[in-house]
């Protein structure tokens, strides 16, 4: 079936464009029936009124060029049950949000590394467990990754230092342990979140030596050494904010904070840093408050 139809408007002799592309529309009728839908937010989905134009269901977004499914939006949804393999059928998905939903602590889907096109996965608070799928590396388009609150375990993959379009990645408040991989590769990343995880070992300048364009740093409340062997190390970015709360960066405190200029927000505690705070910290704050 081609990419448009013509059905009836309300009015005889009146007809409305369809954008909707059937095989997509039939992947989205099969990934709802494996949900379960307590908010109700999916009954346009198939209803009388829509059952043609998925276009026009609840967090559908199709592009209105080519008519194909390239956005589905579903936080907060109140959604629970699984997280069907017909949505492969949406070829050209660029945006899937799916946060804020319940998934009974399933596994993420390792098909969605599938999805070639996607740029933005936000699967937040959706009680997913298990590992991170390493193939999500080979989402090599995707610049949003939010897996954050969720109950996920094992190392962070080494394939996701791959993700060189990457801007934002959370992967914070889960149970992820080992040691913290180099992420030289993630050349375009501007947030790296990675707060309240389990993450041990040492952090060196190899860790940083690509992320020119990193301005938020969230490590804290893991057990991260930071060891940087060079003494007068200049990191190649400039943040915003940086909160490395219970990692440690001790004894003295580290020359390298003062090459940041714009930081406006600063967690140091329980850092291992003994001695007088420098002076150069206070006059930085008060410039950037006045």
Known sequence: M???????????????????????????????????????????????????????????ECSEITSHVIGLKLPFAQLHGNVSQALLELRYLNHLDLSYNDFDGKE???????????????????????????????????????LSWNMLRGGIPISLANLSSLHYLNLSHNQITGLMPELRGLTSLREL????NFLRG?????????????K??????????????TTNWV???QLD????????LGPRFPKWVQTQSNISHLGLSGAGISGQ??????DSLLDFNT
């Not at 938020?216 to 930071?226: C, D, G, Q």
């Not at 904010?241 to 440690?248: F, N, Q, R």
Request: glycine residues 8%; proline residues 4%; hydrophobic residues 40%.
């Open 235 to 237: 990191p190649p970015f």
């Open 108 to 146: 993420i889907p390792e098909f969605i590394s599938s999805f070639q096109e996607l740029q933005h996965l936000y699967l937040a608070y959706c009680g997913f467990s298990g590992i991170i799928p390493h193939q999500l590396g080979n989402v090599t388009n995707l610049k949003t990754l939010d």
């Open 216 to 229: 938020l740093l969230h490590l804290s409340h893991n057990s991260l050494v930071f060891n940087l062997t």
């Open 202 to 214: 040492v952090v060196s300048e190899a860790h940083f030596s690509n992320l020119h364009s990193l």
């Open 2 to 60: 081609g990419s448009y139809a013509f059905v009836s408007a309300s009015r005889p002799g009146d007809v409305v464009e369809v954008r909707c592309i059937e095989r997509e529309r039939r992947a989205l009728l099969e990934f709802k029936q494996g949900l379960i839908d307590e908010g109700g937010l999916l009954s346009s989905w198939g209803g009388e009124e829509h059952q043609k134009e998925c276009c026009e269901w609840h967090g559908v």
């Open 277 to 282: 705070v420098p002076e150069w910290l206070w």
């Open 193 to 196: 979140h990675l707060s309240h």
């Open 241 to 248: 904010a940086m909160d490395v709360a219970s990692c440690y």
